[in-house]
């Protein structure tokens, strides 16, 4: 279905809008593929950093590289559209064409997303103080839930941790999953203000199938469950810019293909038909989140700030929080061209990284929890209003192929709303669990659990979570890691932990303060049950010191 000129997204390639025509693209026409080929390292530096050879000739040079590149992937796109299965080739086509799109941006807009100089200090009302957000009354609270939808990015998969399928399947805490403790969390939403809050959640083409038999179990329970899947792009080799994949099957070839980033959100969210209908419905805004952020729960407050306050007008709001050393990599908020928007570190110049990381410079980061209006989505994309900086993601693949990826970010839409926002939350709305030290925390007596949401314990003494870090080669894996714990440790008095090696704990185990475990190559350390550890080193012949 088209929705936008120009560059209509309904099948692959339209000329103009209404009209249908057989999924193929008239590409531009090549002139030597082989010259190409060799080019095509100059061009991408050309691409990346904004420069090329110099002279009379090089602006030339590049502009018919571009447009044998276009004309290249457009030919290479058509022979993978004819190779998917006849039902399948709709889909594939509008996908494609969102692809082709994101090429052409990639070819056109070369060099730095910014200039670093023309970085504006952030105005005064840029970012609120979640403190000063007043609290809803209680005779508004359904009005404003039934007026909002709950959407987890639901794409990535557990791989990193040792564990197959989709990651928001991996066990967290007293046997419950990520996804088990979202549904709880919005079925206690829906029961306690008699609402119907629907939960939507974005998968990946990896996954999909996993999640849609995990969600039967939930069918009797009081929250409505949505799914759609994001796009699926093919990756590009490195060396030629052209798809690697030869035939146009995921499943027998998934390393040619991948989710082109959570940005993607908007148009696939879009083509799901679910924006739609809960615009019809009625509905405003959606909050959006990772699913495997644990502190990432509906906030009346803030619902509050777009709904009901006097500043009405909001229709982006992010959720940042204090930057600390640990966070340093994360994206943060910068007043740029006079608008509000999200910088990546992958958009720094590289003689700027060490000033994007500056805690004093830069002292809030994005936690990905978004607010956004639904009908201004719908305005946006009708617009062709939604232009997000493209993050150029090189990875290798086992066979050694070096291939690139073209993906979004869902916060850069920052830019393209009107009255956005930042408010400045607790570190507690940011518990994200993407490794096994996260998982220690969560599993730990540092919190209990109520109506699925983590909760800090009153005998934690500061706010903030410990720092922990476990050795890669002992604790990555999910499965090795609960190996190595008889039970979880009391970490109430935690304030730092360094393990590494092949080390053990027993039962009731207390670490306090700052505690450093190393085993050497070749030696073992077994914490006895019960220990206590308060500010110490044990070292790899198991002496204990003071710290």
Partial sequence: MCHRCPGCRGHFQLKSCGQTNTNQVNP????????????????????????????????????ATKTEALGLLESEL???????????????????????????????ESGPSLQWDNIEKLPPDAVRDYNSLPTPTADVLQQMLSKLVVVKLNGGLGTSMGCYGPKSVITVRN??????????????????YNVNVPLVLMNSFNTNADTDQVVRKYKNLNVDIHTFNQSCYPRISKD?????????????????WYPPGHGDFYESFYNSGLLSKFVKEG?????????????????????????????????????????????????????????????????????HVEDFKSVKTFKFFNTNNLWVKLPAIERILSENALQLEII?????????????????????AMKCFRGAVGVNVPRARFLPVKKTSDLLLVMSNIYSLKKGSLVMSPQRMFPTTPLVKLGDNHF????????????????IELDHLTVSGDVTFGRGVSLRGTVIIIANHGDRIDIPSGAILENKIVSGNMRILDH
Avoid: W
């Fill in 240 to 256: 030629s810019l052209m798809p690697i994949a030869k035939i146009c099957d995921v499943d027998k070839h998934p390393d040619a």
């Fill in 78 to 108: 058509n022979r993978l559209v004819d190779s998917a299965p006849p039902s399948y080739k709709e889909r594939v086509g509008t996908e494609f064409q969102g692809f082709t799109h994101l090429f052409k941006r990639f070819l056109d």
């Fill in 392 to 412: 150029i993601n090189g990875k290798t693949l086992n066979n050694g192929l070096n291939v690139i990826q073209l993906e979004t970010a869902v916060g850069a």
């Fill in 476 to 491: 990555s894996k999910v499965k090795e890691f609960l190996g190595r714990f008889a039970n979880i440790p009391d970490l």
């Fill in 283 to 351: 509905r405003d805004y959606c909050f959006i989140s990772n699913i495997d952020n644990l502190g990432a729960t509906v906030d009346i407050n803030i619902l509050n700030l777009l709904m009901n306050s006097s500043e009405k007008g909001h229709e982006f709001v992010m959720e940042v929080t204090d930057k600390t050393r640990a966070d340093v990599k994360g994206g943060t908020l910068i007043q740029y061209e006079n608008r509000l928007r999200l910088l990546e570190i992958a958009q720094v110049p590289k003689e």
């Fill in 28 to 63: 531009a026409p090549i002139k030597d593929q082989r010259q190409f080929y060799r080019d095509v390292p100059e061009l991408l530096d050309y691409l990346v950093k904004g420069h090329s050879r110099s002279g009379s000739d090089a602006k030339a040079f590049i502009e």
């Fill in 175 to 192: 046997d419950l999953t990520f996804l088990d403790l979202t549904v709880q969390q919005i079925e206690h939403l829906n029961s306690t």
